[in-house]
Structures are given as C-alpha cells and as structure tokens.
C-alpha cells in the first residue's frame, strides 16, 4: 500500500533477514545489551561488536531511540528502540507512538531509504498485539509527510496470526 509516495509493506519473517532494507528495528530494553525477543535476534545476527556500540549509548528511556552500526547483519544501520512495558510505562501509546516517530525521523536524518520494524513492546511488554498495531500505523501514517527520503516502511511478523493482525489494521486505518 503506497501513502504519499511511501510504500507501506506488512510481511511474515524474520526481522533479521530484510538484506534490502536500510535500517531495521530493534524492540531493546534499556540497557541496550541485547536480551530475548527481537533483541536477542538481532544480537546474535549483528555479532558482539554491536553490543559494545549499543551499549555505550545506554540508558535510554521508553519511547526513545538510539542508532548504530549492522556489523554482520545485511542492513547499513540498527535502530534501537525501547517500547513500553505494558501497564507500567505510561500514557503507553504516547510512549509507543514515540518509539515509531523517532525511529522514522533518526532513518530520515540519516537520509535512508527503507526502515523495518518489528512489533515493538507486544512480545515481553505484553501490549496487546491489536492495540499496538493501532498506534503503530497511526503514528507511520502522521509522519509520512515528513519523509524525503523514506520511500518504503516494512512491518515484519514473526508468526501467521500477527500477519493476518497487521494486515488487516493496516487497512482499517487506510479505509478511515
Ligand atoms: N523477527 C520479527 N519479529 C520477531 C522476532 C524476529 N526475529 N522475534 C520475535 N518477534 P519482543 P518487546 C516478535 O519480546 O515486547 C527483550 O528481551 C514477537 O513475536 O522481542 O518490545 C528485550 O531485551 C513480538 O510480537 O519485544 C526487552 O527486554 C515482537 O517481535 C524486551 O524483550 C516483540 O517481542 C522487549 O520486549
């Protein structure tokens, strides 16, 4: 699906396996030193040396996002995001909008092309998969006029059903 110019893709795989993406998303904890989930994907794909990077930025707060190096992973960049635990970081979709927002706007400072998320905070940070996906497209479709450079946004989901999740409240959101 194409809004102002920007292609909104929403694939099944593994975020660590986009060879034609600028930047992918990390779902990171504080700490920036790797943990489960996406993160600990990324981690293992990237190599130690991104470890030592992360975490020399670190701490960083919920909603807040910090960008470095892909080391062995086939992207140019890493954008770490922390999203908000659920039911303890709050208001927690202004804290999630937050994590889509500055990512978007750190890949776009840094003139890139394509950035791919993954479903930030609905694994360990328990925030329920369809309220998540309201906020997150929510808050890609308000930035979107902001873009140059970013000409596509891939949303990549680990399992079928958060698929089928995302596909569909993507088009709610466009039918609105
Ligand atoms: N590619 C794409 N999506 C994935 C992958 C993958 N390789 N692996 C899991 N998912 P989570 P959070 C999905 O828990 O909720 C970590 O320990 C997964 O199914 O990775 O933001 C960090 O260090 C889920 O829908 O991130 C933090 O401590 C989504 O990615 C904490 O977890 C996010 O799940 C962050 O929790």
């Given at each position: 699906m194409k809004i102002s110019g920007v292609e909104i893709q929403v694939v099944q795989g593994d975020i660590t396996r986009q060879e034609d993406m600028a930047v992918i998303v990390n779902a990171a904890?504080?700490?920036?030193r790797g943990g489960g989930g996406v993160d600990g994907a990324i981690h293992r794909a990237a190599g130690p040396e991104l470890k030592k990077e992360s975490s020399a930025l670190a701490p960083i707060g919920p909603g807040q996002a910090v960008i470095t190096g892909a080391y062995r992973?086939?992207?140019q960049y890493v954008i770490h995001c922390v999203g908000p635990v659920y039911g303890v970081h709050k208001p927690e979709d202004e804290l999630l909008a937050s994590c889509y927002r500055n990512a978007l706007r750190l890949a776009e400072k840094q003139q890139l092309d394509s950035i791919a998320f993954p479903a930030?905070?609905?694994?360990?940070?328990?925030?329920p998969m369809q309220e998540a996906a309201q906020v997150m497209f929510k808050t890609i479709i308000e930035v979107i006029a902001e873009l140059k450079h970013i000409k596509k946004i891939r949303i990549v989901l680990f399992d079928r059903p958060a698929y089928e999740l995302h596909r569909q409240a993507l088009e709610a959101c466009q039918a609105e």
């Open positions: 904890n504080s700490s920036l992973l086939p992207n930030i905070s609905t694994g360990v940070y328990g925030y």
